[in-house]
């Protein structure tokens, strides 16, 4: 129970209207970058319930207590239920106050009590504390809400509240003298903030559990327990005397007899959020001037409590609140009530405070400037004010940025700015993908065009490389064979003929095993040197081959031509080609000794040709 947070938002439900944070008299719900929704902050929580009310999709829960209050009841311990007396003004639905005893007795509960007579113990020691102690001014501490506030946001006032417990733990100090210590206790009312007060009290003082009136009514629902099949039955005493009219702010002071008149009265009584907060302010500020004591109440009496059915009637509660009670004191036992104060005076009712100091560091103005700035409002009139983001002021907006509390985005006007920007990029991001597109199409068709041209010259560069007579074959690094034509499998003979049945171009055949020693090692070191070798003579098979061998890829791929020197066209053409290979050194010899050979050279020159056009004529007569 402890480890569970009092209030929790439900993502799936969150509008993100900003209402709680609107509401929440201390921000204690923070927006971040990440979050999907607002965040309630256990450790700045005051536990008030307005969010719970100003949430009107219901995305605001309150930590349950009923599955916690079955096992109670299921545990075969005696159990006893004491009832606020903000229940006179919760069942106005019912005739007669002994009927919802009886409902309440029906769940399983042994006792009935009233807290209305706490609600007496405390009210007598307020009332000895304002007369006996002089010159010095007290704040009640009977509303948890209010003591939650001071301990986190004014904690140089705890000194100033008044020392003890509230009715609710006067009263289960109470039950556990009558019953016994080992008695279970749960708590009904109208405040949700109890459910974490009882977490800070032990012994005769715990309180098992706390159940709000909604959640009172939810079991009655569950149980199938109404009115109209149950008899009455009276609250266990000690019964409360004017305590009955603690619901109303200022009836404590009624049951503590202390004065009200506004010329001698020494306290002033306030409800509701807004007036607490003005009056803790006013008194932090000018109790010296004042000179009073304070009665505050967060919510507007306890009889307009969050945990009370929602949408009640402040004064029609409060009109039910006054007749109970008078209906009550009509006939009251004034003697075994004062008896019953003996009795039970002696309990302890003192408590003390502890400092939680959830107060933030106030920026300074040139960071509240800047993010003003950065959120477009460079001036004044910039600042529209509209609280849409749930803060009272664009400045008190900027400020809860600094702190950590809310993110530009919650602003609608900057977050509407923002969001016609991105719209206006995103639109020329998308005529640019637009643009890009087509382009990529484009150049799509253009690349399939290229392919088909690509693949169609490869089909006819590969079928004239089959039809060339000379063998061509190309090597990778490993030596192995990555293309040959026919030339070169007629070349190795019947055995490559057979490989070339079942793998076509002989694909990844090892160069070494086609090819005799004075070849392949010429493929070696082309591969290794990226060096050309040409028209290198070898012997093969009989046969007399010119081999050409030079770098396609540097280090990684080889082609290499070969001819077969006996064929007639191949010797024709080498003919040819070693007597031009002459006559370029003989023409580079007759430069050098020109002036020595003089008509030698010319007259060789021109026998030489003759044998070239003699052969290129017998060619052209084939």
């Known amino acids: 129970m402890e480890n569970l947070p009092l209030v929790t938002i439900n993502e799936s439900l969150c509008r993100m209207c900003y209402a709680c944070v609107r509401v929440c008299p201390v921000k204690a719900i923070r927006m971040t970058e990440g979050d999907k929704t607002p965040r309630i902050l256990p450790e700045r929580c005051i536990g008030c319930g307005l969010c719970v009310e100003a949430c009107s999709p219901g995305a605001i829960s309150v930590r349950g207590s009923r599955e916690e209050v079955r096992k109670i009841l299921a545990s075969g311990e005696q159990v006893v239920a004491i009832t606020d007396p903000s229940i006179s003004g919760e069942f106005d639905d019912i005739t007669d106050y002994r009927k919802f005893v009886r409902m309440i007795k029906a769940l399983g509960f042994h006792y009935v009590n009233e807290a209305s007579f706490g609600v007496d113990l405390v009210a007598r020691q307020y009332a000895d504390m304002f007369v006996k102690i002089r010159g010095k001014n007290f704040i009640t501490s009977c509303c948890p809400v209010v003591v939650s506030y001071i301990e986190k946001y004014h904690p140089d006032l705890i000194p100033n509240l008044i020392p003890v417990v509230s009715p609710m733990i006067a009263s289960a100090r109470v039950v556990r003298k009558k019953y016994g210590p080992d008695v279970k206790v749960v708590y009904i009312g109208p405040c949700i903030e109890a459910k974490n ?56 002071l009624q049951a503590a007899s202390v004065s009200e008149d506004l010329l001698s009265g020494s306290v002033v009584t306030a409800e509701g959020k807004d007036s607490v907060l003005a009056a803790v302010e006013a008194f932090n500020r000018h109790i010296n001037a004042i000179k009073s004591h304070f009665n505050l109440f967060f919510c507007e009496g306890c009889l307009m409590g969050p945990g009370m059915s929602k949408g009640g009637d402040k004064y029609l509660r409060r009109s039910l609140v006054i007749r109970y009670a008078n209906k009550r004191l009509g006939n009251f036992n004034i003697t075994g009530w004062e008896r019953n104060m003996a009795e039970y005076g002696s309990i302890s009712a003192e408590r003390d405070f502890r400092k939680d100091d959830q107060r933030l560091p106030e920026p300074d103005e040139e960071t509240i400037r800047n993010i003003l700035r950065s959120l477009e409002m460079e001036k004044p009139e910039d600042e529209l004010g509209c609280s849409a983001c749930g803060y009272a002021s664009c400045r008190d907006f900027a400020v809860a940025i600094a702190q950590g509390l809310a993110t530009p985005e919650m602003c609608s ?96 055949a090892d160069i070494k095993t086609l090819l005799p020693h004075a070849m392949y090692t010429i493929f070696s070191y082309v591969l290794t040197s990226n060096e050309e070798v040409m028209n290198r003579d070898v012997r093969y098979q009989d046969n007399l081959y010119s081999i050409s061998v030079f770098p396609i890829r540097p280090n990684r791929i080889v082609g290499a031509v070969i001819r077969d020197l006996s064929m007639p066209e191949v010797q024709k053409e080498e003919v040819i080609n070693r007597v031009t290979e002459v006559i370029d050194k003989n023409l580079e010899l007759v430069q050098q000794i020109g002036f020595i050979l003089g008509e030698g050279a010319a007259e060789t020159e021109r026998m030489l040709n003759s044998i070239i056009e003699s052969y290129k004529g017998g060619k052209k007569e084939k």
Do not use: C, W
């Open 197 to 252: 007060e009882i977490l800070r009290f032990e012994g005769d003082a715990r309180i098992d559990a706390v159940l709000t009136f909604r959640e009172l009514r939810q079991l009655f629902e569950e149980a199938g327990i109404n009115e109209s099949m149950l008899e009455y039955s009276d609250f266990n005493s000690p019964l409360g005397y004017k305590g009955s009219l603690y619901p109303i702010s200022n009836g404590i």
């Open 413 to 508: 006007v900057f977050s509407m700015k923002n969001k016609q920007n991105y719209i206006r990029t995103l639109r020329q991001t998308n005529e640019q993908l637009a643009r890009m597109q087509d382009a990529l199409k484009e150049s799509e068709r253009i690349a399939r065009q290229e392919k088909e041209s690509a693949r169609e010259a490869s089909a006819v560069i590969q079928s004239m490389l089959q039809k060339i007579p000379n063998a061509l074959v190309m090597v990778d690094h490993n030596m192995k064979v990555i293309h040959s034509n026919q030339g070169f499998i007629d070349l190795i003979g019947d055995d490559a003929r057979e490989i070339n049945e079942v793998i076509p171009g002989l694909v990844g």
